[in-house]
């Protein structure tokens, strides 16, 4: 069965970076897209961007351009989701969702909770 | 970028049907596909409605979504309430790669 499991809460002070996993099984990881979708507390679901497995292309929602990197590693069917210069606006639940092969999100992480704080 | 529009809150009583909407801000709703995801307290996101009226495997007939170009929206309607269905929900759309999801419904079953 497919299973997209993040890594553990993180707590990060302003300034810093964070890298969040998502480990996928179940499936031939190379053929779906991996999406980044975050949700602060109390509020909805924002979608930050993709990456592509197969040859590793991104696309990034343009509030996110230059503050987020997305990488894979094939070896280990993981997708990674790095976000830079943190504040506490970047406090949220980060999930990792795969769209099936019409586009919509058959299955999601179970969501990483990130705390910037000082 | 397109936004997507939900009424904040909906409420109705066990049995009776609710119809939640969601308005496109630009571009037309009929041109790219509506999702419509479930979203219980302290879970994951899971799809209700796909491709505009499509019903995921497991999610009951219950469940439908319909788009009305005149006033450029879907609709996610549930019919026959049950406490369980009490939740937030959230459309989604795209626009070439950019995804879109609306503000979110909370859903209250009285």
Known sequence: QVQLVQSGAEVKKPGASVKVSCKASGYTFSDYYMNWVRQAPGQGLEWMGMINPRGASTTYAQKFQGRVTMTRDTSTSTVYMELRSLTSEDTAVYYCARPSNSGWYDYWGQGTLVTVSS | ?110
Request: aromatic residues 10%.
């Open chain 2, 1 to 110: 970028n397109f936004m997507l529009t939900q009424p904040h809150s909906v409420s109705e009583f066990p049995g009776k049907t609710v119809t939640i909407s969601c308005t496109r801000s630009s571009g037309s709703i009929a041109n790219n596909y509506v999702q419509w995801y479930q979203q219980r307290p302290g879970s994951s996101p899971t799809a209700v409605i796909y491709e505009d009226n499509q019903r995921p495997s497991g999610v009951p007939d219950r469940f439908s979504g319909s788009i009305d170009s005149s006033s450029n929206s879907a609709s996610l309607t549930i019919s026959g309430l049950k406490t369980e269905d009490e939740a937030d929900y959230y459309c989604q759309s795209y626009d070439g790669s950019n995804r879109v999801f609306g503000g979110g419904t909370k859903l209250t079953v009285l």
